[in-house]
């Protein structure tokens, strides 16, 4: 653009007849003016291209802090850097607005009760929640990236909604309801996995169940066992002096274990109904030592031997964990005493330890162990002559409405015998004692 004003101003300094000299002064002169004119012009366009292009780079790169200064309306770069503004403080609210809702919905995951956990299509874990790690037993950091199958999670991607998924050991399996649903993430199908736990649902309507069976049981056996006893009653005040001695012995004989099995019976009976109405735990602060002490006094077949642990003060009903501990107990004095063991060799122990959350109260003999670990907390079921399969499952839902657990297993320490544990919680809401 300046080549047509250089020719020019040469034309005019040739017609003019000026001196050689001058003429390259004045030329030069005006090349400088030129040069320095388009310098300035040059640098007024520059300039604000390349504030713009560094700030659409920074916004590329997530950083909305930039801004260009000194833009005007009515101007073209000042329009364009206006617009541009514009777009980072709406780009910057976003953001703050996704990150926020990022940090609710990971707040609301991570106070869930329910595990949450996220597949991606090579069944790698992308997403678990507190209450998932705590199922898992492992950290984020740990499971993420990990396939599913190392956490034996395989299941769950194949599962269908309003599928039972069951997680734990045989005695205290927690069973959860599947529910899903598909998402993508940066264009990947993704799987979210919610699981909802029904135990506490099932474990109470397997206890109704069991409440009407017995309840329709008793009312039948009832009615069978008064004419029973009424029938006894009467042919034993129906032997005369004049029956033979031995024929008399004979009724005697016949009429008591009528009798005694009908006493039998009906004690059964009422100690199941004592089961199915164990009312609701009443709490209170109660020192877990004593406790303990008072209830290994009760056994008199054997002494019980109390390891000491760390003072505890735990949130509980006394009575019914009295009730629940002497139950073990007992069963740890009977496996010991059998006939695979001497009363001089027989051992039982008690003691406890705490964590932060529970404590863990622990009955060891030196019996046969178990065999049927599956059936323990089955009502009616008990491997004992005289027993009527009461005496786990009151422990069970005595440590249950104190959401705790009890679980038997064999030991682990090389030596015959059964391990009972009862875990209560340390964190139970405490009603006062009116």
């Not at 080549?3 to 400088?32: R, Y």
């Not at 366009?45 to 833009?71: H, K, W």
């Not at 194949?158 to 039972?164: I, N, Q, R, V, Y």
């Not at 709490?283 to 031997?305: F, G, N």
Request: glycine share 6%; aromatic share 4%.
């Amino acid at each position: 653009m300046g080549i047509p004003a250089f020719v020019l101003c040469w034309v005019i300094l040739q017609s003019e007849k000026t001196d050689a000299t001058v003429q390259w002064v004045v030329l030069s002169i005006v090349a400088g003016a030129w040069m320095f004119a388009v310098s300035i012009v040059m640098e007024q366009m520059t300039r604000p291209l390349q504030t713009l292009t560094n700030i659409v780079a920074a916004l590329r790169e997530d950083d909305y802090s930039f801004r260009a200064r000194g833009a005007l309306r009515n101007d073209a770069m000042g329009d364009l850097a206006l617009e541009v503004n514009a777009l980072a403080s709406t780009l910057q609210a976003q953001r703050a607005g996704a990150l926020e809702a990022m940090a609710l919905v990971e707040r609301v995951l991570n106070s869930m009760q329910s595990p949450v956990l996220a597949f991606d299509p090579e069944g790698r874990l992308k997403l678990i929640n507190a209450a998932a790690e705590q199922m898992l037993g492992t950290s984020a950091a740990k499971a993420l990236g990990h396939p599913a199958g190392e956490f034996e999670l395989g299941y769950l991607i194949e599962a269908s909604d309003d599928d039972l998924f069951s997680a734990g050991s045989e005695q205290q399996a927690t069973r959860w309801i599947v529910k899903r649903a598909s998402f993508r993430l940066r264009g990947v199908p993704h799987t979210l996995i919610v699981l909802a736990e029904v135990s506490a649902a099932l474990r109470e309507e397997e206890r109704l169940a069991w409440a009407r069976l017995i309840r329709v049981m008793g009312h039948e056996i009832n009615n069978s066992l008064a004419p029973i006893k009424s029938i006894a009653e009467s042919l034993r005040s129906r032997i005369t002096n004049a029956m033979p001695a031995e024929q008399a012995k004979d009724f005697e004989r016949g009429l008591e274990v009528i009798e005694g099995r009908a006493e039998s019976l009906n004690r059964f009976l009422q100690a199941y109904r004592q089961l199915m109405g164990l009312p609701a735990p009443h709490l209170e602060m109660v020192h877990l030592a004593p406790l303990i002490d008072r209830v290994a006094r009760l056994e008199t077949r054997i002494d019980v031997c109390v390891t000491e642990g760390e003072e505890v003060v735990l949130p509980a009903d006394s009575d019914q964990i009295q009730q629940a501990l002497i139950n073990l107990i007992r069963n740890a004095a009977e496996a010991a005493l059998g006939p695979d063991t001497t009363h001089s060799g027989a051992i039982v122990e008690i003691g406890w330890r705490r964590s932060n959350t529970e404590v863990v109260i622990a009955i060891v003999d030196n019996g046969p162990g178990l065999t049927n670990a599956g059936n323990l907390f089955v009502p009616f079921y008990t491997t004992k002559p005289n027993g009527t399969g009461i005496g786990l499952v009151l422990a069970q839902q005595i440590a249950q409405a104190h959401r705790g657990a009890v679980e038997l297993h064999n030991r682990k320490d090389r030596q015959s015998g059964c391990r009972a544990e009862i875990r209560l919680p340390l964190n139970h809401s405490v009603r006062e004692t009116p």
